[in-house]
């Protein structure tokens, strides 16, 4: 059960502190500018990580089995990171952008599942879909 919510309690504490951290980029301060001491940060703590963690191989042969993915992941996580800075200069409270923007994922993700994974499509979740967007409805009133 423990292997199972771990990286659900990790995920909601890291966001928390995710979003307490962009909000907090100074006004003055160019958000790619705050990205580039981000990531160093970053690269630096993964490779720590990868090192603790790993038993054996070398960094540089995990890398060779990578694919397109972590690529193409470096670039959607600046858009990621850059949008909520933005979100949060431009005057989005801390407690809504996010909530707005999740649900709205939800429902994006809902017709991705079904179109690229072949999950099912169920009562339940067009439901929830509808639920959500009543629920960005009373959010945002």
Do not use: D
């Not at 940060?41 to 397109?68: C, D, P, Q, R």
């Amino acid at each position: 059960m423990f292997s199972y919510v771990w990286p659900i309690a990790l995920v909601v504490l890291s966001n928390v502190a995710y979003h307490i951290c962009a909000k907090s980029v100074p006004e003055g301060a160019n958000p790619f500018a705050s990205l580039t001491v981000t990531y160093l940060i970053a690269a630096f703590t993964s490779m720590l990580l990868f090192y603790v963690t790993n038993h054996g191989a070398g960094l540089f042969k995990e890398y060779a089995k990578l694919n397109w993915a972590p690529f193409m992941l470096g670039v959607v996580i600046i858009g990621l990171e850059a949008g909520f800075i933005y979100a949060y200069k431009a005057g989005w409270q801390v407690s809504t952008a996010n909530v707005v923007q999740s649900s709205f994922l939800a429902v994006a993700l809902i017709f991705v599942g079904f179109l690229l994974y072949k999950e099912a499509l169920t009562w339940n979740k067009l439901v929830g879909v509808v639920i959500c967007l009543v629920g960005l409805f009373f959010i945002n009133r």
